[in-house]
């Protein structure tokens, strides 16, 4: 079982910046390959980014592309997401989740572990 828990959500300003950060527990968490996706009110949860093992190799949606960073700390088993150039349209819960393989990274049905998520508004 894995435990992750998200936090550094709230209020951001087009333009800014936010970090979010999601804490892991119980099994190795160098041995997930981590995620975070997003969810906003009446849409379909969709993929934001995700990095191996050892953030060797970091993969990332078209809507954020060029904007926002995965990385990851195996010492502190956490994992961050660095959002930059901040959009209303990035106003969404963002989940932060855990599977073993490298496969399947953008698919949210892939993963095997969630966190409870943390709200990011974005104002204009």
């Known amino acids: 079982q894995v435990q992750l828990v998200e936090s550094g959500g709230g209020l951001g300003q087009a333009g800014g910046s936010l970090r979010l950060s999601c804490a892991a527990s119980g099994r190795p968490f160098s041995s997930y390959a981590m995620g975070w996706f997003r969810q906003a009110p009446g849409k379909e949860r969709e993929f934001v980014a995700a990095?191996?093992?050892?953030?060797?190799?970091?993969y990332y949606g078209d809507s954020v592309k060029g904007r926002f960073t995965i990385s990851r700390d195996n010492a502190k088993n956490t994992v961050y997401l660095q959002m930059n150039s901040l959009k209303p349209e990035d106003t969404a819960v963002y989940y932060c989740?855990?599977?073993?393989?490298?496969?399947?990274?953008?698919?949210?049905?892939?993963?095997?572990?969630w966190g409870q998520g943390t709200q990011v508004t974005v104002s204009s």
């Open positions: 990095i191996g093992w050892s953030s060797g190799k970091t």
């Open positions: 989740a855990a599977k073993q393989f490298i496969t399947r990274l953008t698919v949210a049905a892939a993963y095997d572990y």
